[in-house]
């Protein structure tokens, strides 16, 4: 089965979305072109409402290659093992692959042009929920569609990827049960400092029962506000809290399926004495986090497709390129944009394939430049090390974005791995050379025995979030 992330990373990350332009001639008909190639309509031509575009269901679906089927007000599209439903008047939707259902809320509904009776709907969710990348030429007043999956598995053929399944050997290992034993620490712009232990159980890499001792200092956030009162007119029982926090700490515990969006969440603040008891902390409360609300306040996007932003080496490596190279393409050229596309795709598909990787004596290594434009950089780099005995010893996966303009900042990220279960992962972001986040999460996983208790105990008192 093909990974959903092939589709919710493409539609997440898309840097350049289909957006109509507000003053063009209301008489000018949108064309819509798709592989280079126009789309004809004969009964039922695209239109603009409010400044989106829509395109009429049968006709794009079924030029992408789907099965389209319309049963009283609910529409439906397959392509493949994956299926697409919307409703008309309803911003709710859903891809469902296998098993696995996403929801998404578009911020426009389909509907029925009431003098035609056919079905629009919109053209930026129509073309990602088939991995296709969509962009807006204004020039030509064409709305730009690439099925990305197409060109991905185009690209693909012929080529070997013998060093990324070592990879997948290496860390695909965690779908039954595991235990990590694990530190971190996290320095966010020098005014918190956080640092704990872990100690968790994992299945099938979304299961989780966890603990952790929590330390935090925030001695440097105090600094910062320039408190230089005397300890005898400070508030005694608010740096009592503080100095517990940073020198006994406070241990939390969590437990839930991420797979589901569920997540529920303790804190053992007995150390802080009567302060627990004062803000009505009993110990047996559990908080349930609502993860799915989170993200799409946050980020404006369901938690299922967050989860899908995770890279994960799976064998389907098809959906990791599909979407790596969806997440870079510009649409925006109704004349050159499909040929541009093709050739991001196969650059990007060849630095990870075989042939892209360059071997020194036990070690191999590969990078991709992302084609972000001039106002941002990026670039992706792997290293695989191979053991005396000539199996997969160890992995390390590098990313680095910087972005320009009136400041500058930086993204970095790493996750390392080995054969005897030790990970390490880092994720650093500055902003003008200064540091502004710095997490350290190192450990190592042992396979375990145990499933992990993914719900509050019996009794527990549960509060929504």
């Given at each position: ?6 589709w ?20 000018r008909?949108?064309?819509?072109q ?19 575009t ?23 599209a397959v ?13 709710q939707?859903t ?9 998404i ?16 709907v ?23 569609l ?14 070997s ?29 020098s ?29 440097g ?7 230089d ?28 399926d ?39 306040q ?21 959906s990791?390129?599909?979407?790596l ?24 598909v ?22 972000l ?39 970095g990220?790493?996750v390392?791995?080995d ?8 994720v ?6 200064q ?28 509060h929504?979030?």
């Amino acid at each position: 089965m093909k990974k959903l992330a092939r589709w919710a990373l493409g539609a997440a990350l898309c840097l350049s979305l289909l957006v109509c332009g507000a003053l063009a001639a209301e008489d000018r008909v949108v064309a819509v072109q798709l592989d280079g190639q126009p789309l004809t309509f004969t009964d039922a031509v695209p239109q603009v409402v409010d400044q989106r575009t829509f395109l009429p269901f049968r006709a794009v679906f079924e030029a992408m290659g789907a099965q389209v089927d319309n049963q009283g007000d609910v529409i439906t599209a397959v392509r493949g093992d994956r299926t697409l439903t919307m409703t008309i008047g309803s911003t709710q939707a859903t891809v469902t692959e296998g098993s696995l259902t996403v929801p998404i809320t578009m911020d426009v509904a389909p509907y029925v042009d009431p003098a035609t009776w056919r079905t629009y709907v919109p053209v930026r969710f129509a073309a990602q929920a088939f991995d296709c990348a969509v962009g807006w030429d204004q020039d030509a007043y064409t709305a730009v569609l690439i099925d990305t999956e197409k060109l991905v598995d185009e690209a693909m053929a012929g080529r070997s990827f013998t060093r990324l399944q070592q990879i997948t050997d290496l860390d695909g290992r965690y779908s039954t049960i595991w235990d990590l034993d694990a530190d971190f620490t996290m320095d966010l712009a020098s005014l918190y400092a956080m640092s704990g232990d872990i100690q968790a159980t994992v299945q099938d890499e979304s299961k989780l029962e966890m603990d952790m001792g929590l330390k935090v200092d925030m001695s440097g956030l105090l600094e910062a506000m320039g408190d230089d009162d005397p300890p005898e007119q400070q508030d005694q029982a608010t740096l009592d809290i503080l100095d517990t926090l940073a020198t006994q700490g406070v241990g939390v515990s969590a437990r839930g399926d991420l797979a589901q969006g569920k997540l529920y969440l303790n804190m053992d603040l007995s150390a802080l004495g009567d302060a627990a008891a004062q803000a009505g902390l009993a110990p047996n409360t559990w908080l349930e986090m609502d993860l799915d609300n989170l993200m799409e306040q946050i980020y404006g996007m369901s938690w299922e497709q967050a989860m899908e932003l995770e890279v994960n080496w799976g064998t389907d490596y098809a959906s990791l390129l599909s979407a790596l190279a969806g997440a870079v393409l510009r649409p925006d050229d109704a004349a050159g944009g499909y040929a541009a596309a093709k050739a991001t795709v196969n650059e990007c598909v060849a630095a990870f394939s075989d042939e892209g990787f360059a071997q020194k004596d036990n070690t191999y290594t590969t990078s991709y430049v992302l084609p972000l434009g001039d106002r941002a950089s990026g670039v992706i780099s792997v290293r695989l090390d191979m053991g005396a005995d000539g199996a997969p010893e160890r992995y390390l996966l590098r990313g680095v974005l910087s972005t320009g303009g009136k400041s500058v900042s930086d993204l970095g990220m790493s996750v390392s791995g080995d054969r005897d279960g030790k990970i390490k992962a880092d994720v650093a972001v500055s902003v003008d050379g200064q540091s502004l986040l710095d997490v350290t999460l190192e450990g190592v996983f042992t396979p375990g025995s145990t499933a992990p208790q993914i719900t509050p105990p019996a009794g527990a008192e549960i509060h929504s979030y």
